[in-house]
């Protein structure tokens, strides 16, 4: 099953937005409403942010959100803070098997 | 609190087994699907398995060949990974997760600390 596909880094300056891609097939991301994000600050165990592409789980900020469009979802986050420099993972079902989980291979978010 | 607390890591062989446990506290664990999912040493994340709240259904990526096999006893409240076959390339920090909701398979909501395999000769 293949990985979606991430760019492997992004960056910007406190109190700007920083939109980061992840891009499927119609098979996966573009069929269905599965992505979610996940962020790994470093040493730290990952962390769910967005779930059923553009849902915040309790405790989230609304500095982060989700959106998709056909085959690429996306996540943004505004309002730059430095605690959000961490890696960040999308993921959705695989486009073999809708049971099976896939993830991208990581944005390393940077801030400036 | 909800809580996961992976154990079973350490260092072995290729070729040997192992297996990982991963207790579970402060939620009704039988209602919930459980995933592992494990990262290498300076990689990204990499989705292992998931096991349905019962136990019947059990899918596993591809790239474990039958090596790597979840189990789960609601009894215990204790989800399983059993390792056979262990190679180099299942070095990795494994994490045992949560569904997010009873009803979601594909959603990671919670997560343990992560247990250590290293497979060296």
């Known amino acids: 099953q293949s990985a979606l596909t991430q760019p492997p880094s992004a960056s910007g300056s406190p109190g700007q937005s920083v939109t980061i891609s992840c891009t499927g097939t119609?098979?996966?991301?573009?069929?269905?409403?599965?992505v979610s994000w996940y962020q790994q600050l470093p040493g730290k165990v990952p962390k769910l942010m967005i779930y059923e592409v553009n849902k915040r789980p309790s405790g989230v900020p609304d500095r982060f959100s989700g959106s998709k469009s056909g085959n690429t979802a996306y996540l943004t986050v505004s309002g730059l803070q430095a605690e959000d420099e961490a890696e960040y993972y999308c993921?959705?079902?695989?486009?073999?098997?809708?049971?099976?989980?896939?993830f991208g291979g990581g944005t390393k978010l940077t801030v400036l | 609190q909800v809580q996961l607390v992976e154990s079973g890591g350490g260092v072995v062989q290729p070729g040997t087994s192992l297996r990982l446990s991963c207790a579970a506290s402060g939620f009704t664990f039988s209602n919930f699907a459980m995933h592992w999912v494990r990262q290498a040493p300076g990689k990204g994340l990499e989705w292992v398995a998931v096991?349905?709240?019962?136990?019947?259904?059990?899918y596993h990526t591809d790239s474990v060949n039958g090596r790597l096999t979840i189990s789960r006893d609601n009894s215990k409240n204790t989800l399983y990974l059993e390792m056979n076959s262990l190679r180099g390339d299942d070095t990795a920090v494994y994490y045992c997760?949560?569904?997010?909701?009873?009803?979601?398979?594909?959603?990671?909501?919670?997560w343990g600390q992560g247990t250590l395999v290293a497979v060296s000769s």
């Open positions: 993921t959705s079902n695989a486009a073999s098997n809708n049971f099976h989980v896939v």
């Open positions: 119609s098979n996966d991301v573009g069929l269905y409403s599965y």
């Open positions: 096991i349905s709240y019962d136990g019947v259904n059990k």
């Open positions: 997760a949560r569904g997010l909701f009873p009803s979601s398979w594909h959603y990671l909501g919670t």
